[in-house]
């Protein structure tokens, strides 16, 4: 399960690159 926080910091890391 994935918490919505995370998924959105994930997000975040992602478009960071």
Not at 1 to 17: A, C, D, I, M, Y
């Amino acid at each position: 399960k994935f918490v919505k926080g995370s998924t959105e910091k994930n997000k975040l890391r992602l478009q960071r690159g």
